[in-house]
């Protein structure tokens, strides 16, 4: 069932993050305002390193089933990477029912745009911009990867005419075709397969998609593995780099967990220094 779905990733978005924080030295600067709809303001917080040089611009997207988190939720995860010599980004974005979709993949485009418009004065090179998120992050991560030309999924969120198009993406256990899990395509389109699609990352994968890089559990009930193996082979397919890492007996939310955590993280680190350069 659907709601079992959301349920799971709303506990993996929300459990306790058990991850060191591995740097005292990284700075945060709260609460930018990053996307403007009427009164609705939409925030991120920074981390970054203590660097004299611009450094790649990694924003992170936390998880909840599309309907719950906030930015304060993939902390570590942000605090973690900017220790390994990235400027993060932990972004929130507007969740159903209060809004549906495409508002939520609005949201991080405009986060991208932001970015990419006014990142370089905290320490951002905006001509290297990544993308981690795990779950429905994953999700909106993987599509952002695929989408960058896709004009209908832009929003008016702010720094129109700003390109959304990402140079490297690290995607947690994410959907990546909605079409693949029927449950979800029912609840969350009303059965309608084309809407289910034209919101799916593997829809719109072409040669000039960001390279991506997959990490899944094997053991995963929630999102099952093998919506980042056709999204692995059909980037592939398409000569996108693409590659996927399995976590052994990994369930889903294994980014908040020990066995897993402290991995996770310098997989990321390591796809986005060979990508980004540094």
Not at 167 to 184: E, I, K, R, S
Not at 244 to 253: D, E, F, S
Request: with cysteine.
């Amino acid at each position: 069932m659907i709601e079992t779905l959301i349920r799971s990733l709303v506990l993996a978005a929300s459990a306790a993050v058990l991850i060191a924080q591995t740097s005292s030295d990284v700075q945060l600067t709260p609460d930018i305002v990053y996307a403007t709809y009427g009164a609705r303001q939409l925030k991120l917080d920074i981390y970054r390193p203590p660097s004299a040089k611009l450094l790649p611009g990694i924003l992170v997207i936390r998880g909840g089933g599309w309907r719950q988190g906030d930015k304060a939720g993939f902390a570590t995860i942000a605090r973690n990477l900017a220790a390994k010599g990235f400027v993060t980004a932990c972004i929130e974005y507007r969740v159903l029912p209060d809004v549906q979709f495409p508002d939520p993949i609005y949201d991080t485009k405009a986060a991208v745009r932001w970015m990419r418009a006014e990142g370089k004065p905290y320490g951002v090179a905006t001509d290297k911009i990544g993308v981690i998120g795990a779950s429905a992050g994953g999700h909106l991560v993987a599509l952002l990867g695929t989408s960058g030309k896709v004009s209908k999924l832009e929003g008016e969120g702010g720094h129109s005419g700003v390109s959304s198009r990402v140079q490297a993406v690290v995607a947690l256990a994410p959907v990546t075709d909605f079409t693949g899990m029927p449950n979800a395509v029912r609840t969350l389109f009303q059965e309608n397969g084309d809407l289910a699609a034209s919101y799916s990352p593997v829809t719109y994968i072409s040669k000039d998609s960001a390279p991506i890089l997959l990490i899944h559990g094997d053991a995963d009930k929630t999102v099952p593995i093998a919506q980042s193996q056709v999204m692995l082979e059909r980037c592939q397919k398409a000569g996108v780099r693409a590659e996927l890492i399995t976590m052994k007996g990994a369930p889903h939310g294994f980014w908040h967990q020990p066995t897993w955590a402290e991995d996770t993280i310098t997989k990321a680190a390591a796809f986005f220094h060979e990508v980004l350069g540094n």
